[in-house]
């Protein structure tokens, strides 16, 4: 007596995901396989070469326009008067509180992508 129960496939509401399952085991495998100096000479890398970090960087609390200052503590209180929580730590609005007059401020680059370098928001 059969039971029924043979592998077959049959095309139904999750073949979509099926397909991407497989497509992504694929890619998984072949970044697994090729070697990273490889991936980075063809260009299928992030980034060729660690970022460095410019010395020479004056902190950021001393190049942050004060409207841009401003807005951040406004919208970290917001956020914690509506919602009961902050959006950035106390001791940074502390800081931008008693931040200086910027002598020069941050131009052509927003300030927010400077942060996202870990080495330079420490």
């Not at 001791?91 to 300030?111: H, K, M, Y």
Request: glycine content about 6%; some cysteine; charged content about 15%.
């Amino acid at each position: 007596m059969k039971s029924g129960h043979l592998i077959g496939i049959h095309l139904n509401q999750a073949s979509p995901l099926l397909m991407v399952t497989i497509m992504a085991i694929f890619i998984i495998a072949v970044q697994a396989i090729i070697p990273m100096s490889w991936m980075q000479h063809w260009g299928f890398a992030l980034a060729k070469e660690e970022i460095m970090v410019d010395e020479g960087l004056p902190n950021f609390f001393q190049v942050l326009k004060h409207t841009q200052g401003e807005y951040l503590i406004a919208e970290n209180k917001c956020m914690k008067d509506i919602y009961g929580f902050e959006t950035i730590e106390s001791d940074v609005v502390r800081n931008l509180e008693q931040a200086p007059w910027p002598r020069v401020s941050i131009q052509g680059t927003p300030w927010y992508n400077i942060l996202t370098n870990q080495r330079y928001a420490e």
